[in-house]
């Protein structure tokens, strides 16, 4: 009988396993993943189960008893260390022979180059929410050092947790400036620091110690807690002594499948795959990305002869205060246009390259969001086409 290996138990990891049984694979399907607990969800670490709004029931991807009724064998708390003669090899010696391997290893957090001194902490699994919560929970000034998406609903979810000292530290002039332009970039800092969060934007950290940071200025921030936000590495070292090739993620094809061997796929943060839309490779961090991603991996495996290419239309969304905040599709050009909603907190700002529409940004208004992204998803619409569609779902009162 065929068997599938897939190494990584979260989002990808798990969607994998359930989207082959979805589509009538018989085979053995084993889940290997290095933490000791059942696959759970992620992006509630830096939000609900931070808070200790969430349980980790509540987050929970696949418990072992619906994984025993899918026919999916769980192997934790294993980590894998090398790929050798068509077997996984794990930390305790054993080997997870495949016919088909899944690379699902997600990435962790890029680590403080200040070193980890007590009270420095970084976001990536339960164990570091786990952690982070009961330092939060002790009170004193906290300091985020990153402002993207990780730092900047760490820093809400903070305030929300009654702590009245919040600094958020990034050298970049305003935050998510690396997925938004600047000038609407801006429309963050001003958030944050509307909500009582203090903002050291357009300056670098010089070093961290117990108990504070210094930053470039020399500037002493006290600080009980640190979290340090700066990105996220692949984890694909540990195929490093393989054949399988890696550059920042597992080199694939447009279907997902190793560059090298046709019986390796990757799935999620730790893939690299060409993407046909952009004629480039691309590694995307993002929760649905992984998911659709599983599913075309899913579909391969299980239809050789009626391979999928993975194009997606990027969507990523963060729970800031009462913001949902949801981007769809390429929003880092200088070329938009801001549609209010109903309401200074409803609104969408639109981009364009040239005259067509390529991405959104959408705060708090569901029907703009599945405006825009029915129009990325249909083909080539104008910017001018979109904005009127979007202005056209408010309700009438507000037009």
């Known amino acids: 009988m065929a068997r599938t ?58 418990s072992p008893e619906a994984a025993a009724e899918a026919g999916i064998e769980l192997v934790l708390g294993n980590a894998a260390t090398g790929v050798a003669d068509g077997a996984v090899q794990l ?83 305003v935050p998510l400036s690396r997925v938004l332009s600047q000038e609407v970039a801006a429309i963050f800092g001003e958030l944050h620091a509307g909500r009582g969060v203090k903002t050291r934007f357009g300056i670098g950290v010089a070093d961290v110690r117990e108990g504070e940071v210094e930053l470039a200025d020399g500037t002493m921030l006290p600080a009980a807690t640190i979290v340090v936000g700066i990105g996220a590495v692949p984890n694909d070292d540990w195929l490093a002594d393989s054949t399988i090739p890696t550059e920042d993620g597992v080199l694939c094809d447009r279907h997902c499948r190793s560059v090298a061997d046709p019986h390796v796929w990757a799935v999620g943060d730790v893939a690299r795959w060409w993407h046909p839309g952009y ?17 075309v991996v899913a579909h391969n495996i299980t239809h050789p002869d009626e391979l999928r290419d993975h194009q997606p239309v990027e969507y990523v969304w963060s729970d800031q205060y009462d913001w949902k905040i949801q981007l769809v599709g390429r929003t880092g050009g200088d070329t938009h246009v801001r549609v209010e909603g109903a309401g200074p907190e409803k609104f969408a700002v639109l981009y364009a390259e040239g005259e067509d529409f390529v991405g959104a940004l959408v705060v708090n208004w569901p029907k703009a969001l599945i405006t825009c992204r029915r129009a990325l998803t249909g083909g080539v619409a104008s910017l001018v086409e979109v904005q009127g569609k979007v202005e056209s779902a408010r309700p009438v009162a507000a037009r």
């Not at 004629?279 to 599913?295: D, K, L």
């Open 5 to 62: 290996v897939i190494v990584g138990a979260s989002v990808g990891g798990v969607r994998t396993a359930q989207a082959l049984r979805a589509a009538g694979y018989g085979g053995g399907i084993v889940l290997a993943g290095d933490e000791d607990v059942p696959p759970y969800d992620k992006p509630p670490l830096s939000k609900g189960l931070l808070s200790g709004k969430s349980t980790v029931d509540s987050v929970s991807l696949l």
């Open 91 to 173: 930390a305790d010696g054993t080997t997870l022979p495949y016919d088909e391997l899944v690379v699902a290893t997600g990435a962790r957090a890029r680590p403080s180059p200040w070193g980890t001194p007590p009270g420095v902490h970084v976001v990536r699994s339960l164990k570091d929410a786990e952690g982070l919560g009961c330092a939060l929970r002790a009170g004193g000034p906290l300091v985020v050092v990153g402002a993207g998406f990780i730092g900047a609903e760490v820093a809400a979810t903070a305030l929300g947790m009654g702590l009245t000292d919040v600094t958020v530290v990034d050298p970049v002039p």
């Open 279 to 295: 004629e480039r490779a691309v590694r995307v961090e993002h929760w649905t990305n992984a998911v659709e991603q599983a599913v």
